[in-house]
């Protein structure tokens, strides 16, 4: 007698004799799948808890602006934050044209989670807007630059804010 290869695609090709003899057990693939999901939908929720406390969510509020002279203007606000990091909060003031004439990067030392400010904004012309552009955990955000007109210099800040480099 020749030899005969047999291939066989599933299962139920096996013939019922090899099925007695050795047992055939069905491959379920559906639990397989939910444990895999299962296990990413917890590793990702991991994850995010574990970012949110590196990185807790501030939030900042403008209350109100006055301006004092021609040369500075006092901007309050509020800081909702994660108190055991220092935070950093970028002021903006504008004049009547909507050209910066004050820009400063503010920072707030660690301590409570809730905190109301006011800053003394140094500017190079009257302002007639205040904004809190952003606050965040490191002094690099994705806020607008400051937008002064080309030659002019920005205005040095006073102790805790910084201005930004010309």
């Known amino acids: ?11 139920t090709e096996i013939p019922q004799h090899l099925h007695a003899r ?28 574990n970012f949110r406390q590196q990185n807790p969510s501030i939030s900042a509020q403008l209350l109100a602006f006055e301006v004092t002279s021609p040369s500075q203007v006092l901007v309050t606000w509020e800081v909702s934050r994660g108190p055991q990091l220092a935070t950093y ?14 820009y400063a990067t503010v ?9 109301q400010l006011t800053y003394a904004l140094a500017t190079n012309g009257e302002a007639v807007l205040a904004q809190v552009l952003g ?15 080309p030659g002019v210099k920005i ?11 010309s």
């Open 107 to 115: 920072r707030i030392a660690a301590g409570t989670d809730y905190e």
């Open 89 to 102: 909060c970028v002021l903006r003031a504008q004049d009547i044209l909507r050209t910066d004439v004050g």
């Open 1 to 11: 007698m020749g030899y005969r290869e047999v291939v066989m695609r599933n299962q």
């Open 135 to 149: 606050c965040a955990n490191s002094a690099q955000m994705l806020v607008p630059p400051p937008d002064f007109p």
């Open 155 to 165: 205005p040095e800040q006073v102790a805790p804010g910084v201005a930004p480099s």
């Open 22 to 49: 050795y047992g055939v057990r069905k491959r379920r693939i559906a639990p397989i799948l939910i444990g895999i999901l299962i296990a990413a939908v917890v590793s990702a929720g991991l994850a995010f808890a």
